[in-house]
């Protein structure tokens, strides 16, 4: 009897040990799956990947994501071209295409992300109709958002821009109308909110506008709906050329789309980041 006590136990034993390591390897197999990406973001979209990073999402999905926040647009894509990351999420098409173009550089979307709508805001009107004759309005001195502005302007019937008007790299240059005589004020985007007392009327880019106390859908006269003039202003996820089809970074938008990432956007943006899943390569090659 206690021989079959001792053969129970030493087999219980080894059932036990055989388990365990069994695990381990398990375990080594799942972390040696993981592929780690470096995401360069900055600002909310920072705040949103980070939270991405932490999610089971991300692990069932066999990722690790180190987000590395660098302060700048410039400065962001130009460590995607040094791989100092991966990729990056904070940029428009729009914004993309004329850093292309400046430094002569061949970043690529791999997908699409959000569209924030860009508001026309004011501290001295209450809608577009009370604006008068010769008022200030203020636009972001960058390529991208300037044109943007622009579009938006005109959408709301205040200006007319020419024809060939292109809404990545537009200019004040481009508007054939101004029934209003408005005037034109460059400024640095970022200090939007902040002059709102000093204009008439600010365009000022939903990131901006949000982290400056506003709402585009409850405090703007005016704002960008998504259609073909906007474009341009949706955002991406961007990387080097050469890693145009990796199937890894793409599964990057797979996880901010799904429900639980929405959910997280929804309770803590107010609902300015409207969800865009768009066919990125038609997309790129529609809007060059």
């Known amino acids: 009897m206690k021989k079959w006590i001792g053969l129970s136990i030493l087999t219980a034993v080894f059932l036990v040990t055989a388990c365990s390591n069994q695990n381990k390897k398990e375990a080594s197999k799942e972390q040696q799956q993981t592929t780690k990406i470096i995401l360069g973001s900055v600002d909310s979209d920072a705040e949103i990947w980070r939270f991405i990073a932490k999610s089971d999402l991300t692990k069932k999905a066999g990722l690790t994501i180190e987000v590395k926040e660098i302060n700048g647009g410039p400065q962001l894509n130009n460590a995607t071209v040094e791989e100092q990351v ?61 044109a943007r502005g622009l579009r938006l302007m005109e959408t709301a019937g205040l200006i007319k821009l020419a024809k060939d008007f292109d809404n990545g790299t537009g200019t004040p240059s481009d508007i054939i109308e101004n029934p209003k005589h408005l005037e034109i004020k460059m400024i640095d985007d970022t200090t939007g909110p902040r002059v709102l007392q000093d204009v008439d009327l600010a365009l000022i880019s939903n990131t901006i506008a949000f982290e400056g106390g506003l709402n585009v859908l409850k405090d703007a006269l005016f704002k960008e709906e998504i259609d073909g003039n906007t474009q341009q202003s949706i955002n991406v996820l961007v990387t080097k050329k050469e890693r145009q089809q990796d199937q890894t970074l793409k599964k990057l938008a797979d996880l901010y789309h799904s429900d639980e990432v929405k959910d997280y956007i929804k309770n803590n943006f107010g609902g300015t980041k409207v969800d865009v899943q768009e066919d990125i390569q038609k997309l790129w090659e529609t809007n060059k």
Do not use: C, H, W
């Not at 400046?102 to 501290?123: C, F, H, K, N, R």
């Open 86 to 146: 991966d990729v990056n999420a904070f940029q428009s098409l729009g914004y993309l295409r004329s850093f292309n173009q400046d430094s002569e550089q061949e970043l690529v979307p791999i997908a699409t992300t959000y569209m924030e709508p860009m508001g026309i805001y004011s501290e001295k009107y209450q809608s577009i109709e009370e604006i008068k004759e010769g008022a200030l309005v203020a636009i972001a001195d960058n390529p991208a958002n300037a």
